[in-house]
């Protein structure tokens, strides 16, 4: 008589990856729904300057999200997100807000390298962990630089932009935009200075050509105009 049991062997369950987007391709998705959210129009020529690609590059990109589903293109050449493509976009920036946040706050990482940091992670990200982390972080509305994390907060705070400010008004930094984060000069020299959001300064000079000097007790500091265009916030006086 035979006592041994018969095991079925394990299965992996199998998913079809055809219509999923590409590591590349939720890059773009990501720069769609920056600009959709914040108002701004999105054309092929704009996120070739983003990416620092060619328009040939985005050209075969968009194409393939059009394929896929993703977006959509009216006549005049403009961007939206599908449905599909805006509920993955906003997880996808939900996770990498969520990751950078809990990187500040309970791992102490300097800025300079959250964003490479959460780039990592945040594709392995289960909900459990999505969830853990979030309590982790005392449900933040934002991500260290200041821009909403969906579902948290859906609104872009800081109505003017450093470069657009005069001489005399206050400035309450509000937000760093996006784009400064693949730029690891940029958002180190931010840290550095403590141009950070809820930071207040005194608008003592703003010369297009330099930038902008910002002034509060023990500092007086020149912003790049190059910088200066990425910092928004709220003026008073």
Same mark, same amino acid.
């Given at each position: 008589?035979?006592?041994?049991?018969?095991?079925?062997?394990?299965?992996?369950?199998?998913?079809?990856?055809?219509?999923?987007?590409?590591?590349?391709?939720?890059? =773009?998705?990501?720069?769609? =729904? =920056?600009?959709?959210?914040?108002?701004?129009?999105?054309?092929?020529?704009?996120?070739?300057?983003?990416?620092?690609?060619?328009?040939?590059?985005?050209?075969?990109?968009?194409?393939?999200?059009?394929?896929?589903?993703?977006?959509?293109?009216?006549?005049?050449?403009?961007?939206?997100?599908?449905?599909?493509?805006?509920? /993955?976009?906003?997880?996808?920036?939900?996770?990498?807000?969520?990751?950078?946040?809990?990187?500040?706050?309970?791992?102490?990482?300097?800025?300079? /390298?959250?964003?490479?940091?959460?780039?990592?992670?945040?594709?392995? /990200?289960?909900?459990?962990?999505?969830?853990? &982390?979030?309590?982790?972080?005392?449900?933040?509305?934002?991500?260290?630089?200041?821009?909403?994390?969906?579902?948290?907060?859906?609104? =872009?705070?800081?109505?003017?932009?450093?470069?657009?400010?005069?001489?005399?008004?206050?400035?309450?930094?509000?937000? &760093?935009?996006?784009?400064?984060?693949?730029?690891?000069?940029?958002?180190?020299?931010?840290?550095?200075?403590?141009?950070?959001?809820?930071?207040?300064?005194?608008?003592?000079?703003?010369?297009?050509?330099?930038?902008?000097?910002?002034?509060?007790?023990?500092?007086?500091?020149?912003?790049?105009?190059?910088?200066?265009?990425?910092?928004?916030?709220?003026?008073?006086?």
């Amino acid at each position: 008589m035979n006592n041994s049991h018969s095991v079925a062997p394990l299965r992996r369950r199998q998913t079809s990856t055809a219509g999923e987007p590409t590591a590349k391709e939720r890059e =773009y998705l990501e720069v769609i =729904y =920056y600009l959709a959210a914040r108002n701004e129009p999105v054309i092929a020529a704009r996120l070739a300057r983003w990416m620092k690609v060619q328009p040939p590059t985005v050209t075969h990109i968009v194409a393939r999200l059009l394929e896929k589903g993703f977006i959509e293109r009216n006549a005049h050449g403009e961007i939206t997100l599908t449905p599909t493509g805006l509920k /993955l976009a906003e997880e996808m920036v939900r996770r990498h807000r969520i990751l950078e946040r809990f990187l500040v706050d309970v791992m102490g990482l300097p800025w300079h /390298l959250i964003h490479e940091e959460a780039v990592r992670l945040e594709h392995a /990200l289960s909900p459990v962990m999505e969830e853990r &982390i979030m309590a982790l972080v005392g449900h933040a509305t934002t991500c260290p630089h200041g821009n909403p994390i969906p579902g948290q907060c859906d609104v =872009y705070a800081g109505a003017a932009r450093l470069d657009t400010t005069q001489a005399g008004q206050s400035f309450m930094i509000r937000r &760093i935009a996006e784009e400064a984060e693949e730029e690891t000069p940029i958002v180190a020299f931010l840290e550095a200075n403590g141009l950070v959001p809820g930071a207040e300064f005194v608008i003592a000079d703003n010369i297009p050509s330099i930038g902008v000097t910002l002034q509060r007790p023990g500092l007086s500091i020149t912003v790049p105009a190059h910088i200066a265009e990425l910092i928004w916030g709220d003026i008073a006086g």
